[in-house]
């Protein structure tokens, strides 16, 4: 079995160790010996270290490699959109089979994808795109797929949760955080793809796909990064014993009219302390499942990272030369549900809003009524003097207020009346409630 590794970077080069150490094994584990037919990198000349392979492998022709007749699988770790595309394809169509881990792609156009394997009658597996080493999309893609998924809420994203950890575990702000989490070499150089909730994005459009047989895009996605999270956020989860993530949240719905839909979001979230997802710490990731008879499952380990990464890279590479020699392929892809997805305004969430008002009579029954104008209820209410302390800012009160599960659009309306009240001195925080607190 003659493999085209695509990318030698930290994935690629964790993927060509444990080919080297693993070689026996893997050989057994597929009936054939597992052999690099040549690796497509950006700089043969690039300094690779004690890196187990023979230098004569590389090139810098990434499509001559493809399509050379010794080729049965194409490995790409090189991520982005093109030129990656354009080569895969170009391997599916000629009926080579792909492992990839580039979710950027897969959420972008994954269909462009899944056509060329259907034309090529090849297998196009990509566990690595979502959650590094978790076991997550073969589970979906498989184990479940005799049960029917209701929704899937994750952190699939360890540079955020690392930062948001941070943040709960020590008081600092996002910067700072931030700046811990570059030091420790989670962050990225330019970090715009993960605070900003981009890479979670890919990964809940691929998801979401996958749980509930439909395409879904990352333009699909509804998202919102972690910048804006702030120490006073933080502290008014703890007052009310949650913490806060960035969750990638795919769930089923119905529409106005009683048609099927999914709604798919990424967004910082309270969740209260008791709920599986609240402990997981540092860049860890893990993804909660709702099936309807298998109930709830969690998925939990290592998002990213060169080896880590590479054992699911591998572990793809397993089951499609597997196939190879069997003369089959797996399933394609199963999208026949073709969901509508719901715009972020239909989409159920409740709100936990910080206000500081003005502290005199009539002001609760004002702020009450902007709440039921909007047909949102509220949940609990809780009041204080103003700066928290018994002494408090003297004329102003603080109220913090949870509603009750409403359509977005209406506590996003119901937000901006209350910021336009006069008694609403400042709306210090308003966040998502998810998992039940
Ligand atoms: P790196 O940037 O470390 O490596 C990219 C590799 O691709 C390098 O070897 C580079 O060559 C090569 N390359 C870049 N452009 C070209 C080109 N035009 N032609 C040929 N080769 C090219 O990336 P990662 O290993 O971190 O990521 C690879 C993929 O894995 C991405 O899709 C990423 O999203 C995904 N992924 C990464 C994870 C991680 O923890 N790093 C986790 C999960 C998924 P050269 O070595 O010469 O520079
Ligand atoms: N930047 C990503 C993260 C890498 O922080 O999780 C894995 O996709």
Not at 310 to 323: I, K, M
Request: aromatic share 4%.
């Amino acid at each position: 079995m003659r493999l085209a590794l695509l990318g030698c970077g930290t994935v690629g080069s964790e993927v060509v160790r444990l080919l080297h150490t693993q070689a026996a094994d893997l050989a057994a584990r597929i009936g054939a010996p597992l052999e690099i037919a040549g690796i497509a990198v950006r700089r043969v000349g690039r300094d690779r270290g004690d890196l187990p392979v023979d230098p004569a492998l590389f090139t810098t022709d990434p499509l001559g490699l493809i399509k050379r007749d010794d080729v049965d699988v194409v490995v790409e770790v090189v991520g982005g959109i093109e030129p990656a595309r354009s080569w895969l394809v170009e391997a599916l169509r000629a009926g080579k089979s792909v492992v990839t881990a580039n979710k950027a792609l897969l959420a972008e156009d994954g269909a462009a994808l899944h056509d060329a394997a259907a034309e090529g009658g090849a297998d196009l597996y990509y566990e690595a795109s979502v959650a590094g080493a978790i076991p997550l999309l073969r589970p979906l893609r498989e184990s479940l797929h005799g049960d029917r998924i209701n929704r899937v809420t994750g952190i699939v994203n360890g540079t955020t949760n690392f930062i948001l950890s941070a943040m709960d575990a020590t008081g600092a702000g996002f910067a700072e955080a931030l700046d811990e989490a570059t030091e420790l070499g989670y962050a990225e150089a330019d970090p715009t793809a993960d605070v900003e909730g981009f890479d979670a994005a890919a990964k809940a459009a691929i998801l979401a796909s996958l749980a509930f047989h439909t395409r879904v895009t990352a333009a699909d996605v509804h998202r919102e990064g972690i910048t804006e999270v702030t120490v006073a956020d933080m502290a008014s989860a703890k007052a009310m014993g949650c913490t806060i993530k960035l969750l990638c949240i795919a769930a089923r719905g119905t529409d106005a009219a009683g048609r099927e839909t999914v709604s798919v979001r990424v967004h910082p979230a309270m969740i209260p302390l008791t709920h599986p997802l609240a402990s997981v710490g540092d860049a860890f990731n893990a993804v909660f499942v709702e099936a309807e008879a298998a109930g709830q499952l969690m998925f939990y380990g290592r998002g990213a990272g060169g080896a880590p990464t590479a054992s699911a890279v591998l572990g793809d590479v397993v089951a499609v030369a597997r196939n190879r020699l069997a003369g089959a392929y797996a399933a394609s892809e199963s999208a026949y549900a073709d969901l509508a997805v719901r715009p972020m305004g239909e989409a159920l969430t409740r709100y936990h809003i910080s206000l500081d008002v003005v502290d005199r009579p009539g002001v609760l029954q004002a702020v009450a009524g902007v709440f039921a104008r909007h047909d949102v209820s509220i949940a609990t209410v809780r009041q204080g003097p103003a700066g928290g302390g018994p002494a408090g800012r003297g004329e102003d009160a603080d109220l913090v207020i949870v509603t009750h599960v409403a359509p977005d659009a209406a506590l996003a309306a119901t937000v901006r009346e209350l910021r336009g009240l006069d008694i609403v001195r400042s709306v210090a925080s308003v966040l998502r409630v998810e998992g039940g607190a």
